[in-house]
């Protein structure tokens, strides 16, 4: 780019354009040994970053996310901006509605759940990754820590913890309180670690998650004593338990997308082995957490999975060729004939030292080809160390909770469009031709009702809602194979 022939992209401009803090995560996550090729769109091709929560821009949430878009950026919003602002909102919203209060007493972390240990353990690593890097001029090192955490707070914590926030407010329930004070701190928290990263957003919620209620709090994030690791709160142990648990859960998730099982068909059984004692251990404790993460409803660890799946080793010729010469005959000859076990860090994308006819050679992942044989009903994965199979085989009772999740996510929707409160409750009336789908909602009417805030569930003949006027226009939607037709009314 060059002033002299108008390619220069002005920073103040593109800032404008992109969002301060967006440009400036950009640059402090980028590499400095390579180019940042940001680009942007002109202002007249704006586009608004729809979130779960609706859209977010300047003008109605008031958040200094722009909307002029380019591929990086837009990364950094998705990835990042609004995951954390979607958090916060979160917390805001409920603590809100149950009316919470910071100044209460803490409950003591050691009397919370394993979960919220977990989520403070992992600020504090963060804490000290964002401190040395940042003492070291290393901001790529603390972006990449720093996104990890979004994610994990996100994706795993809140996600996993809805129901807490969710449940109607009691002046005993101690879970909730711990859910709430767990939150805040690590909000409040965040917002320090990540100002010098993005200031305005985090100023943004540090004036409504501190100062809202704590007038002798320093006026502004950019004010506060950067944040120190609490040792006491830090627990490598509990982190790499979570870690292998996540690790299950992502590589569940992939076979389910591979083999189109969505997440709501509640599947039988998944089967794990591990190398490592401590992976075993960890997704035996964690079996809870995995089975609802993965909607399984057993969980078997094995020795092995080679009744399930076996591995094919055959030489890249290509890559071999030029590297092995004369061996290349006795490699092709041994190598598919090899134990598995021996070779299994190739599939982790690490190299292996071999002996073939007393010479030893290194094998890289790309001079190793390698195919999978997995038993019929079954879909198998691994990743460092932990090699899981998942069954598919469908039974008409796993079909028939599978409809009644779907419904439950139809009915959810309908909700959100119909722009009601969390508290409000419903009426859900359908009409649908399928015999099945039909006794499956009969089947799961308690279940429905309760996820929905449904006070009743009535079949209808279609044509609208059979009880009176329906808060959104009739919709047929897909329930597994079936068709139906819904439509929710607020009572």
Not at 124 to 130: F, G, R, S, V
Not at 192 to 204: D, G, M, S, Y
Request: hydrophobic share 35%; with cysteine.
């Amino acid at each position: 780019m060059h002033k002299s022939d108008g390619t220069a992209i002005w920073f103040e401009e593109a800032a404008e354009q992109l969002g301060v803090d967006t440009i400036r995560w950009m640059y402090l996550s980028h590499n400095p040994a390579s180019d940042l090729r940001f680009g942007t769109r002109h202002p007249d091709q704006q586009v608004t970053i729809e979130t779960a929560e609706g859209p977010i821009s300047e003008t109605k949430e008031g958040v200094p996310i722009s909307l002029v878009t380019s591929k990086p950026a837009d990364e950094v919003r998705r990835q990042i901006l609004i995951p954390l602002w979607n958090s916060y909102k979160f917390f805001v919203n409920y603590a809100r509605l149950d009316k919470f209060n910071p100044n209460e007493v803490n409950i003591p972390v050691s009397d919370c759940p394993e979960i919220d240990q977990w989520i403070l353990s992992n600020l504090q690593a963060l804490i000290k990754t964002a401190r040395t890097g940042f003492s070291e001029f290393n901001s790529t090192e603390v972006c990449q820590a720093s996104a990890r955490f979004i994610d994990d707070l996100s994706n795993w914590y809140i996600r996993r913890n809805r129901r807490r926030f969710w449940r109607s407010q009691d002046a005993g329930d101690q879970d909730k309180m711990a859910a709430y004070q767990t939150l805040h701190t690590v909000l409040t928290t965040l917002c320090k670690v990540l100002a010098p990263a993005i200031p305005f957003l985090t100023e943004r919620m540090y004036q409504n998650l501190v100062r809202g209620w704590d007038d002798s709090a320093p006026e502004s994030v950019h004010l506060c004593e950067y944040p120190k690791c609490d040792d006491s709160l830090l627990d490598p142990e509990l982190n790499a338990r979570m870690a292998t648990a996540q690790l299950v859960v992502k590589l569940g998730h992939k076979l389910r997308d591979d083999s189109n099982l969505r997440v709501r068909q509640p599947l039988s059984e998944l089967k794990f082995a591990c190398q490592a004692k401590e992976q075993f251990t960890a997704i035996e404790q964690l079996q809870d957490v995995i089975q609802e993460e993965l909607n399984v409803k057993t969980l078997t660890g094995c020795e092995n999975l080679d009744d399930l799946v076996s591995y094919n080793f055959k030489p890249n010729l290509k890559t071999l060729g030029p590297k092995c010469g004369k061996l290349l005959g006795v490699i092709r000859k041994e190598l598919p004939e090899m134990d598995a076990t021996l070779l299994a860090p190739l599939r982790n994308g690490e190299s292996v030292k071999v002996t073939f006819n007393g010479e030893e050679i290194e094998l890289e992942p790309q001079d190793v080809l390698i195919s999978t044989a997995q038993a019929a009903d079954w879909v198998c994965s691994d990743e460092s160390g932990i090699q899981i199979a998942m069954s598919t085989q469908l039974s008409p009772e796993l079909l028939r909770e599978g409809m009644a999740r779907d419904m439950i996510r139809q009915v959810q929707q309908l909700r959100k469009i119909a722009d009601l409160e969390i508290q409000d409750r419903i009426s859900i009336s359908y009409h649908t031709e399928s015999d099945e789908l039909k006794t499956a909602l009969t089947e799961w009417n308690d279940y429905i009702s309760s996820e929905t805030l449904a006070d009743e569930i009535i079949v209808g003949s279609g044509g609208g809602y059979v009880g009176g006027e329906a808060l959104v226009e009739l919709k047929q939607v897909s329930i597994g194979d079936s068709k139906a037709q819904i439509d929710i009314k607020k009572l």
